[in-house]
């Protein structure tokens, strides 16, 4: 059997809720990322930001606002105030096929992983599709 803990990643990179839109759309840049847990002071999860909420908060390009302008608006606006609260999380035990089941019906792209309210690792779409390489793999060379 294998469990969330085989597959998920525990190297993360987190935000506070105190940190801004544009600290957010940085890291997700440089990490190539597009999900960012929220966790507190001691690593208890608080929420989840995601590139689609990046772009939700983000003035359309249609609106003629220059990067610089965008970049001080997005300064100014603390994840807390648009990252999800009510976020699905799941526990490194967990079956690895049941939460792929929820991450298909769900449509959604990542699962944090906690133990108790702390969180300890993230799985996301890429991490199962990493997987299905893998086996593919496998299977090929037998």
Known sequence: MIYIADLMTTNLFTLKRSDSLRDA????????????????????????LTHRDILSATISRFADVDEHIQGEIDAG??????????????????????AAEILLHNK????PVLEGERLVGIVTEADF??????????????
Do not use: N, W
């Not at 759309?25 to 989840?48: N, Y």
């Not at 994840?79 to 096929?97: H, K, N």
């Not at 599709?129 to 037998?142: C, F, N, P, R």
């Open 25 to 48: 759309r940085s890291l997700m840049q440089l990490a190539r990322i597009r999900h960012i847990p929220i966790v507190d002071g001691r690593g208890g999860f608080v929420g989840l």
């Open 77 to 98: 606006i603390p994840v807390g105030e648009i990252m999800q609260t009510d976020v699905v999380t799941v526990p490194p035990s967990m079956m690895l096929r049941d």
């Open 108 to 111: 959604y792209g990542c699962l």
């Open 129 to 142: 599709l990493k997987l299905t390489i893998s086996l593919l793999d496998a299977v090929a060379e037998s």
